[in-house]
């Protein structure tokens, strides 16, 4: 039987004056441009409360049917982070060899990408992101989530402002297939595995491509 929706009274939004908006907006704008993706990492931990807080900002990204279908795995323990980094670069050097069209090692070349991810040993935290096609309920039964990719896309990108927002460096890193993380990680049949998302400090000497990102007028049209 369909449940009938019950609703609560907003009493979360603020609106501000015209003034403070642009404000804020230019300061967003500022704080999240300086992010870059880092490949080179200290292995100084870091607070666990810190990645708590980012992980429960990213839970309340807004998702299909509010299903919420993403599971966050973080990772610290150096033997786990050691399995996921060999079965990842077997991936890898498969994709380098010859797996990948030539036209896409075009367009990572200006990246300085290859088969090589010390990172994701020598860096301290890495979050497995997963994806829940349906969910289990304890009877067995399952129950189909909605608009998965869409909404753990919007997860994601919440999880990245919110790391960068608290003072740290990220990495997204999609060795395909992902499969392995699903079998290191131990995680039910429901999930399949979305993304790997390393995060820390910066390497004292860490260095980034040299790129831009497109203006305004190449992103946007306002009709």
Known sequence: MTSAPRFVPLTTFVERPP???????REFYEEIRSRRTVREFSPRPV????????????????????????????????????????????????????????????????????????????????????????????????VKNYYVTESVGISLGFLIAALHHAGLATLTHTPSPMGFLSTVLDRPPNERAYLLLVAGYPADDARVPDIAKKPLDEIATFR
């Open 47 to 142: 607070p666990r409360e810190v990645i708590e807080d980012c992980l429960r900002a990213a839970g309340t990204a807004p998702s299909g049917a509010n299903l919420q279908p993403w599971h966050f795995v973080v990772v610290t323990d150096p033997d786990t982070k050691k399995r996921i980094r060999e079965a990842a670069e077997v991936e890898e050097r498969e994709f380098y060899a010859g797996k990948a069209p030539q036209e896409w090692l075009d367009a990572l070349a200006p990246l300085g990408t290859d088969e090589n991810k010390g990172y994701l040993e020598v860096a301290p935290c890495l979050i497995a992101v997963f994806a829940q096609n349906y969910a289990l309920l304890d009877d067995g039964r399952k």
């Open 19 to 25: 003034e403070e908006m642009k404000a804020r907006a």
